[in-house]
């Protein structure tokens, strides 16, 4: 079972022996009134229960602070008294499943105050490649490391591309503003390094100090 709503859409999805069952809609501000009608409506359709799921894996951040508590929430309840591993995977990672094998990527989301959330790849045929770290920064910090960079054919996926289209040429790259993370791309991001305790997979909160001071 995969959850997934750091955006303002709320992404649930459940492969059951190789079948997949999402649903994948905007709710702004709805999450926390559609996620469990959702879920239990994925159930149905795939005609299994709860205790038939031998994973749980939710998108952990970055993104909307409140969407991501709130499917922290439900995934490590289930988790817990369902006695289900759990895993959380980056919000962003799902994001860059979204670009063609073989492709540069750069998944940005608007973080609010003038700031974009980040992370640039390396889409293999076979897995993901982080090309950084997960960040919160102005654009301009973001432009002064692509400015480093021996790549000018960026695929570039989320909100976040409008922002830095301001500031940045994304003339040569590859562009889809509409991408959000989606539940059924969490699947392959699970790692068996993960520990699966509900306790240890915790969402991400990234910040600078104008979140904080606001």
Known sequence: MALESSS??????????NRLFSRHKATPREHNQVIIPTLEALFREASVNLSDMDAVVYGRGPGSFTGIRIVAAVAQAISMTHDIPLHAVSSLSAMALSAPPKSHVLTLLDARLGELYWCAWQRQPDKLLPLTQEAVSTPQVLVDWLAKQAVSD???LGSGGVIL?????????????ECVPRASNLFPLMSSKTTGSPALELPIYLRTEA???K
């Open 154 to 156: 960026w695929v570039v």
């Open 165 to 177: 289209e301001r500031v940045w040429s994304l003339k040569g790259c590859s562009t889809d503003f």
């Open 8 to 17: 303002d859409f709320c992404s649930l999805a459940l492969s059951v022996n």
């Open 211 to 213: 979140h904080w001071k």
